[in-house]
């Protein structure tokens, strides 16, 4: 069993700005995930943008506090806590954080 706690140092340690918008940790990744390629989280600060960009993987979005404004493809949707966002492979996506809290997003990352 392995079990991570988003204080754990080697979570801590992984910290990077993700996207020129958020800060951003690996909580799990491929090092022992056999189907998934990491589990993150990132918190995006009011007024921040995750830029739009595309990933070579499957990805979630689960808008776990706060919200903004998720372009995925060529679709913008208004985002809130609780709701979970598919993107497709080779899609450019984005998230704009249109609240005055801090936006928290887990993300999920999977092989096809």
Excluded: C
């Excluded at 204080?7 to 909580?27: K, S």
């Excluded at 056999?34 to 943008?49: D, M, R, S």
């Excluded at 985002?79 to 492979?89: L, R, Y």
């Amino acid at each position: 069993m392995i079990v991570r706690n988003f204080n754990d140092p080697e979570v801590l340690q992984t910290t990077y700005i993700a996207h020129r918008g958020a800060v951003a940790r690996m909580v799990m990744t491929s090092e022992f995930l056999q189907g998934i390629e990491f589990l993150a989280y990132a918190i995006l600060p009011p007024g921040n943008t995750i830029e739009e960009h595309i990933d070579p993987l499957e990805e979630i979005y689960l808008i776990f506090k706060g919200g903004g404004i998720m372009q995925v493809g060529k679709e913008e949707r208004e985002v809130k806590e609780g709701d979970a966002v598919w993107i497709p492979v080779g899609e450019p996506h984005s998230l704009r954080n249109t609240k005055d809290e801090e936006t928290f997003v887990l993300v999920i990352a999977a092989y096809t």
